[in-house]
């Protein structure tokens, strides 16, 4: 095991108890799938993740302004306890953190995470638009992703972690033929609300260079 892999286990081992009272009171029926209960944005993915930039993000990609609960262990406190636990092995896990599903029939939003112990230089693909968010964060019509530098503020000569929020449909939505701008600044601004609640309860020095609001004016 590498002292890197030993970071990791430490970092995430000592934030999942904090990310705890994310859980709140949402159930799954006997097949796992998320409970028949409406809920507003707000109360996704453990309650207190969504915040009012993103709702409104998800009304412009769904449509709708109430969703399915989230399933009992669909929160970021669940993510974090797995991040402690794939860490173990490996410097770059991913895994998922809730899925969203809008009351509308319309396609599921996956949200997930990443985590990579170096940066990677530009976007996965062209499709994606480049955006001045953290360390890198990218947009396109039907996904996008936020990624940020978690520094340990007891060590800061220590190599930071650097773990991307991604929200994404699933399935292949077509591009729209007119502006597709909205869309993508929806997805940006879902994704920057996930990025920006990790990096505060993982207490990731100056919430990871994340600012209180998504920057959705093109990186140059």
């Known amino acids: 095991m590498t002292t890197r892999t030993r970071t990791h286990r430490l970092l995430f081992g000592a ?7 994310l859980a709140t009171g949402c159930s799954d029926d006997a097949d796992g799938k998320p409970a028949d209960v409406s809920v507003t944005a707000d109360k996704l993915c453990g309650g207190g993740v969504v915040t009012k930039d993103g709702a409104k993000a998800l009304e412009v ?19 974090a306890e797995e991040l402690t636990r794939e860490t173990m092995s ?14 509308a029939p319309v396609n599921e939003l996956r949200i997930r995470w990443e985590l990579d112990n170096i940066i990677r230089e530009g976007p996965p693909h062209p499709q994606f638009t480049v955006l001045p968010m953290g360390e890198e964060a990218g947009a396109a ?6 990624t940020f530098a978690c520094g340990q503020k007891d060590q800061p000569d220590s190599s930071p972690d650097y ?3 991604w929200a994404q ?46 920057s959705l004016v093109p990186a140059a």
């Open 61 to 79: 990609i769904t449509g709708e302004t109430r969703f399915a609960a989230s399933g009992k262990y669909s929160t970021v406190a669940d993510a």
């Open 169 to 214: 449909a699933t399935g292949r939505p077509t591009e729209p033929e007119d502006d597709v701008r909205p869309l993508k600044n929806a997805y940006a601004t879902l994704a920057h609300s996930f990025a920006l609640s990790l990096a505060k309860e993982l207490d990731c020095e100056d919430n990871g260079g994340l600012k209180p609001g998504p």
């Open 141 to 146: 019509h039907d996904k996008a992703y936020v």
């Open 15 to 21: 934030v999942a108890g904090a990310l705890a009272f």
């Open 163 to 165: 773990i991307s929020a």
């Open 90 to 103: 490996s410097a770059y896990e991913r895994g998922d953190i809730c899925r969203i599903y809008p009351d």
